[in-house]
C-alpha cells in the first residue's frame, strides 16, 4: 500500500503528542519508525520512552539554538545547517525502511523560520518511496505543503492554560 504525507497543524496543542500517537500504533504493528524533531530539545517527556520501543529510532537533538526570536544571525545561519542536515538524515534512514513511518515533527515551524528550505523537503516527499509514510507538524503549513498532503488534521485551541499565564508542565506540554 502507498504511503500518505499527513500533517497536523494548528493553534492547539496535541500535534506532536497525535504524532507519537501514530508512532506507537505503527510500532506496534512491526513497522520501522524515525522520529526528528526541529527547534526542540531532547528535554521532552517522550524522547525517553520512544527510544525503549523496539522499531522507534528518534534522533537526538546534538545542537539547541534557544527560541527563533531570541538567535542572532550567526545563530540562525548555523541552525539553518544543523536543521537542513538534520532533514537529509532523516530522509535517508527513512528511504532504507520497508513500510516505514517518518515523523518530521515542529518542520513547519522550520520551514517558516527559513532554517529549513521547503523546496527541499518538498522535493523529498515527492521523491520518497511509495509505502513511506511521512507525518509533518507545526503551525501554518504553506499552500504548497498542504497541497502534497493526504492528510490535513488541523488542532484549534480553544482554551489553554497558558493563556491564564500557567508555564508548561512537565510531562504534560513536554
Do not use: W
Amino acid at each position: 500500500m502507498a504511503g500518505c504525507v499527513q500533517v497536523y497543524c494548528g493553534d492547539g496543542k496535541g500535534k506532536t503528542t497525535a504524532s507519537i500517537g501514530l508512532c506507537v500504533r505503527a510500532a506496534g504493528r512491526g513497522k520501522q519508525v524515525v522520529i526528528a524533531r526541529f527547534l526542540k530539545t531532547d528535554d521532552s517527556g517522550e524522547v525517553g520512552i520512544l527510544k525503549q520501543i523496539p522499531g522507534i529510532r528518534v534522533l537526538p537533538c546534538e545542537k539547541t539554538f534557544g527560541f527563533y526570536f531570541q538567535m542572532t544571525e550567526e545563530d540562525k545561519r548555523e541552525a539553518a545547517d544543523y536543521y537542513g542536515d538534520l532533514l537529509e538524515k532523516a530522509f535517508s534512514l527513512a528511504y532504507n525502511m520497508k513500510d516505514g513511518l517518518l515523523v518530521l515533527d515542529e518542520i513547519m515551524a522550520a520551514c517558516n523560520y527559513k532554517l529549513v528550505s521547503e523546496e527541499r523537503l518538498l522535493t523529498l516527499l515527492k521523491g520518497r518511496p511509495e509505502d513511506l509514510e511521512v507525518v509533518l507538524t507545526g503551525r501554518n503549513p504553506s499552500e504548497a505543503v498542504m497541497e502534497a498532503a493526504d492528510y490535513i488534521s488541523e488542532i484549534h485551541k480553544i482554551k489553554h492554560p497558558f493563556d491564564a499565564g500557567v508555564a508548561a508542565r512537565e510531562g504534560i506540554e513536554y
